[in-house]
């Protein structure tokens, strides 16, 4: 396995801009309307004093949007920590299916984003030893080449299985074609996988993208001789 | 009954709460607003004809900002286009201006900016109008001069088609 350190430094940081540029610009259309609702609420203040009538119910559905912008933001911020903390260990337990929401919810915000949704997994919970960071990287990726592909109608399902042929889990992508997935996975996805012992399968005749997680990775083996940094 | 001075807007953003909004605001100012949440929808609105002034947000999904503001500068020729964007770059101004927007303004902007864009863009555009019809007197005059009545009704018919 590759050191991470000195093979992603540059391209870790790049994909932390990327999302967190996504995050921002979601929280500012947050904003914006917040903005603008409480601009339009202050009009129909204006116009109350005036004397002309104004309709309670305009002034609920004001009120309404606002509140439920507010939740919104919270959302996305909630996100923006679990990903800005997704980083503090280079190797930790986590649950599969937390890594793929979270990654999910990231994608979210991109404008070209299909819909993607993850199938209830069985069994026992999908738990590994690996770099939260680089996995939720790779999820991210496979999730953007897709939309761009498919396009924002893309339907895509996620899931979860016990994988048959090595110990480890595979996470199932389907749902959409991937006739026109010319150069995936590309050099940089390629090795960043490799560095976590992630394969990606992929079939662009019988449409089928798993990448097989493997159960647990040597953390001195993705470190520079085990210092961080 | 509107008033013939009433500046017509359309508004086209993915956000349908922030349009909405938006859309109030201006219509209490006097504006009389469209809206449409996707950019092919605000095409095939502004093909209805009618409008003075759109109001574009550049980040949609499908047919983007940047699409909406080519097919409208391309097909209406005096309509004037203000931009809307959460993530403003050198880049997307310079390509945008270069595609004919009047303007481009950064969300979250002060609405007072956006009610003067618009007047502005919609003063443009009354001027633009104003210099397009005087020129085409001026045609008319010196064709006039020059040609029989049914040659200058023939010059004025492939004046107008060059026109649309």
Not at chain 1, 118 to 131: H, L, N, Y
Not at chain 2, 62 to 69: I, Y
Not at chain 2, 100 to 110: I, Q, S, V
């Amino acid at each position: 396995m590759k050191h991470t350190n000195t093979t992603f430094g540059y391209d870790a940081l790049a994909h932390f801009g990327r999302v967190n540029a996504s995050i921002s610009h979601e929280l500012k259309n947050v904003m914006a309307i917040i903005s603008e609702t409480a601009g339009l609420l202050g009009d129909l203040s204006d116009m109350a004093s005036s004397g002309t009538p104004v309709a309670p119910d305009m002034l609920s559905d004001c009120t309404k949007s606002i509140v439920e912008e507010i939740q919104r933001g919270f959302a996305v911020i909630r996100q923006m920590n679990r990903f800005s903390h997704s980083i503090d260990h280079p190797v930790e337990s986590v649950n599969l299916m937390d890594v793929l929401d979270l990654s999910i919810n990231l994608s979210t915000y991109l404008s070209f984003a299909g819909t993607t949704t993850i199938a209830e997994s069985d069994g026992q919970p999908p738990v590994v030893a690996t770099c939260p960071f680089l996995l939720q990287a790779i999820i991210y990726q496979t999730l953007v080449y897709t939309f761009k592909h498919t396009g924002n109608n893309a339907d895509v399902t996620v899931g979860v299985n016990a994988s048959d042929e090595e110990k480890g889990w595979k996470i199932v992508f389907s749902g959409f074609s991937l006739n026109g997935f010319q150069v995936f996975p590309d050099p940089l996805l390629q090795t960043m996988a490799e560095s976590i012992g992630v394969t990606i399968k992929c079939d662009s005749t019988a449409d089928w993208l798993e990448l097989i997680v493997p159960s647990a990775i040597d953390e001195s083996a993705l470190l520079d001789g085990g210092n961080i940094g | 009954m509107e008033a013939e001075n009433t500046i017509k807007i359309l508004m086209v953003d993915d956000e349908e709460k922030f349009l909405q909004a938006v859309s109030e605001r201006l219509s209490i100012k006097g504006f009389d607003v469209k809206t449409a949440t996707n950019g092919d929808d605000a095409i095939a609105a502004a093909k209805k004809g009618g409008y003075d002034v759109a109001i574009v947000d550049l980040q949609m999904p499908g047919t983007d900002g940047t699409q909406v503001l080519k097919v409208l500068k391309e097909n209406h020729r005096y309509i004037e286009i203000i931009m809307l964007t959460g993530h403003a770059t050198v880049d997307a101004a310079v390509e945008c201006t270069r595609l004919g927007a009047f303007k481009f303004l950064e969300k979250p902007y002060d609405f007072d900016r956006l009610v003067e864009a618009l007047k502005d863009a919609y003063q443009a555009r009354i001027e633009k109008k104003f210099e397009s019809n005087r020129k085409r007197m001026e045609m008319i005059q010196q064709l006039s001069i020059h040609q029989s009545p049914l040659g200058l009704l023939r010059e004025m018919a492939q004046l107008d088609d060059a026109r649309k």
